[in-house]
């Protein structure tokens, strides 16, 4: 049964931070450690592919092995990474960024399991944990290109892990009180069988993961600019989430999706038009999450980790081929947002009338 | 001019082919493994939802 969606939030902003150094971390490295050429074109596709794609496997160990803490693994790893690739510690070229792929995967997962199994089925929590990335991310490219040592990112990294342990309370209470804490969770179609559902809302993560290397931004050319870009993309996952406790997911999806599209479009050069697209755009990302979830009540890691395979997979062509005309540019995300949207409407199933639940104890 | 362009190069890709191989045999892993989890995860749904 759905409980109060204030309940337990704390969950949710101590993974934003422990998200905001995770990406702060990887990102800084990213930035930093492999300048020439060559190294630019695949040193993000490897740290993609291991990132995100062994988010499942850890999910799934995550969710058999509840009493593995892989948030705590996952900070010494990322500690390891960054200290690797600032100073040849490890053998090989990309060891250092394996390992510090997989701390980024781990501190993911456990985040995932914490914010989902506590959250009694609401999406403010997960939204308020993916909001820190994006925060994260800027973060630690800007710091890349400071003179900052790389031990200070390690440190910082480390720095995670009373927030972990702490976080972990609200995941050890939540087991505690439910066997299947995420039952509550109860938004795909019924209409629909499970394997489509899947299906669907990995190809709509992808598509979105691809539309978010794709918005037409050519306003975006100082630091600042680049900030108020990632800032907005994570006030709008992280407020997503929180609005489709309010309004209900089906509503906030359907209606984010559709209202993104003429800004994003019109927005090319204008950077307020085009930020409030982004932000719209954003709102998508908790309720692909959800859909997942609902389908695999018993198991949150594994289905987070199918949304991390959907970015991945979005990700991908981005790194072969781009557009070279706003028009081309622009009919595709056009065609990709009538499919997302088509997708949502079969998956999702009616919102209840009264989505936002009295106070526990009123 | 072209819609679109690609951002490499043959040259370039039997550079790198040994590290995208690599990826790629990994991805393909987890892809199956990930698909055959999550299709016991359903089974095992539907069994919880015909006791209930």
Known sequence: MKTDFKKNLGAGWLYFYIHFITEVACFFVLSRAYGSSIYLWIVPLIYDALAFVPQSVIGRLSDRFPKISFGVIGAVLLALGVAGCGTPIFPGKY?????????????HINGAEVTLRCSGGHLSHSAIFVGGGSFGVICGKLLGETPLSFWFICIFALTMIPFVLLAETYRTQADAQSTSPCAAFDCHSK?????AVIILAVLIVAVRGYMGYGIPTSWNKTAVQTVMLYVTMGIGKLSGG???DIFGIKKVA?????????FLFTGDNIMAVSLIGVMLFSMTMSVTLAILVSVLKNAPGLAFGLTTIGLFLG????????????????????ILTVFCLIAMQII??????????PLSGE | MSDFRFLVNENFLSFVSDELWAVGAVCAAIFILTAVWVAKEIRKGKKDDDQC
């Open chain 1, 95 to 107: 060891t250092a960024l394996a390992i510090l792929s997989i701390g980024n995967a781990c501190t």
């Open chain 1, 191 to 195: 209409k629909i069988a499970p394997y």
């Open chain 1, 242 to 244: 929180i609005l489709a």
């Open chain 1, 254 to 262: 359907l209606f984010s999706a559709a209202a993104a599209l003429p």
């Open chain 1, 315 to 334: 990700s991908v062509p981005i790194f072969f081929f781009k557009f070279t005309t706003v028009k081309a540019n622009c009919t595709v995300i056009a």
């Open chain 1, 348 to 357: 999702i199933r009616k919102d209840e009338k009264n989505v936002r639940l």
